[in-house]
Each structure stands twice: as C-alpha cells, then as structure tokens.
C-alpha cells in the first residue's frame, strides 16, 4: 500500500527550477532512506531510474545525471521529503516519484503513487 504523495511538478523553460514534495508516513520518513525516481523514456518506460537518495541519518546521493542540480533534503518534523531541482533540461522531463529505496533502476510495477509531471521546455 502506497503511503507516499508527491507533488509539486509543472511545466518550466529549460535552465528554470521546480521543488517537488513528498508527502510520507512517520514511520517511513524516521526508518527508511526515501528516493525520487523518475520514468525512463521511451521503451524502458516501464521502468523507474533513482535520481536522488536521502538516508536516515541525512546523507544524500545522486545520479550522474543530476548532480549539482538537484538537491534532496527532508524536514522530519513536518515527514516531507523534498527535491530542489535547478538548472533543469529537457531531458530532466519525466514524471517523478518518490518510494522507500528500492534500488538505481527499479520495475514501475508494484506499490507506487500516482506521481508528478516535470516538463522542461527548450
């Protein structure tokens, strides 16, 4: 059962910038590391890449592809997990979810959230 929301997508101009929010449990935000993934395009859709991983005890990673862009944080308190990403491309258009980790490249199958549409614009 989903118990993750995201939000917070849109439509920007290449170079611009969106914060996506990620709405979770309690239990989830204080015993897993959360991650925001992204649908891969085209054929591998059915697949889901890892853009950005926060542990629980605060450390963070990211993909290549994003790094110096984006920025994943968390405010406990309020059991949000956010994505700040800025500099964004065309290729960064995607719809975006966050989940417990899972791994780098996951199956879209299974316990996801209806997720959020970024599109960036050239």
């Known amino acids: 059962q989903v118990q993750l929301v995201e939000s917070g997508g849109g439509s920007v101009q290449a170079g611009g910038s969106l914060r996506l929010s990620c709405a979770a449990s309690?239990?989830?935000?204080?015993?897993?590391?959360i991650g925001w993934y992204r649908q891969l395009p085209g054929n591998e859709r059915n697949q889901l890449e890892l853009v950005a991983l926060i542990t629980t005890g605060g450390t963070s990673n990211y993909a290549d592809s994003v790094k110096g862009r984006f920025t994943i944080s968390r405010d406990i308190a309020d059991n949000m997990v956010y994505l700040q990403m800025d500099r964004l491309k065309p290729e960064d258009t995607s719809v975006y979810y966050c989940?417990?980790?899972?791994?780098?490249?996951?199956?879209?199958?299974?316990?996801w959230g209806q997720g959020t549409q970024v599109t960036v614009s050239s």
């Open positions: 309690r239990s989830i935000i204080n015993n897993s590391a």
């Open positions: 989940n417990i980790y899972r791994g780098w490249v996951v199956s879209a199958s299974g316990s």
